[in-house]
């Protein structure tokens, strides 16, 4: 099955920084999908970006079918971000979403 | 906005019991999932159901459980005769996938889960 790999595995900002977080994955996607899930364990949905840019608020993410990766920004990130942020991907002839294992954000203040 | 929601947010059960595990996915969606995430670990696929029959499962989605779609808005899945490593939080999923016999691909709305302690 494919592969999602996400960089980096943990993140430590201070409040106001901004940062990068990427998703690569080894073969062709139908979807791709950004989560932040939060303190509860929510999931909450934020990009649902199988390429191209999108852009919401201090967040934005693009994502390079084509080469396979996708990223996502956090500007002036604030303690409400921290948390666990994943990519998911749905593989051409499946419909299921496969997670990679996160990046878990931590912002100080 | 339309969700989906999930019911019980917490379930304690002792092993070897069933459980039960309630979702209502967004009214207007096909296809519906549930994932699972053990603590500290990634969220991973046991199902999906689109026209009232399983679609695809993992290795996960053994003979102990079930999924069903009782009525026009619930979706069940339950497990037979609980494990300790049953132990996780199982995410309820829907989409638009399939509407109109469109072949694209939508966005997956998650419920708020359920977290399921086996003891």
């Known amino acids: 099955g494919i592969q999602v790999e996400q960089s980096p595995p943990d993140l430590i900002l201070q409040e106001g920084a901004n940062s990068t977080l990427r998703c690569n994955f080894s073969d062709s996607v139908n979807n791709l999908q950004w989560f932040h899930q939060n303190p509860w364990g929510q999931l909450i949905n934020l990009f649902y970006?199988?390429?191209g840019t999108k852009q919401n608020g201090r967040l934005s993410a693009t994502t390079v079918a084509t080469e396979r990766y996708s990223l996502l920004y956090i500007s002036s990130s604030q303690t409400t971000d921290s948390g666990v942020y994943f990519c998911a991907v749905v593989e051409t002839g499946r419909r299921a979403l496969t997670f990679g294992s996160g990046t878990r954000l931590q912002v100080q203040p | 906005e339309p969700e989906v929601t999930q019911t019980p947010s917490h379930q304690v059960t002792q092993m070897g019991q069933e459980v039960i595990l309630r979702c209502v996915p967004i009214?207007?969606?096909?296809?519906f999932y549930w994932y699972r995430q053990i603590l500290g670990q990634k969220v991973e696929f046991l199902v999906s159901f689109y026209n009232n029959e399983i679609s695809e499962k993992s290795e996960i989605f053994d003979d102990q459980f079930s999924v069903e779609r009782p009525d026009g808005s619930n979706f069940t899945l339950k497990i037979r005769s609980t494990k300790l490593e049953d132990s996780a939080m199982y995410f309820c999923?829907?989409?638009?996938?399939?509407?109109?016999?469109?072949?694209?691909?939508?966005?997956?709305?998650f419920g708020p889960g359920t977290r399921l302690t086996v003891t």
């Open positions: 970006i199988p390429s």
């Open positions: 009214s207007n969606h096909l296809y």
């Open positions: 999923a829907s989409t638009r996938d399939g509407d109109k016999g469109v072949k694209r691909f939508y966005e997956q709305y």
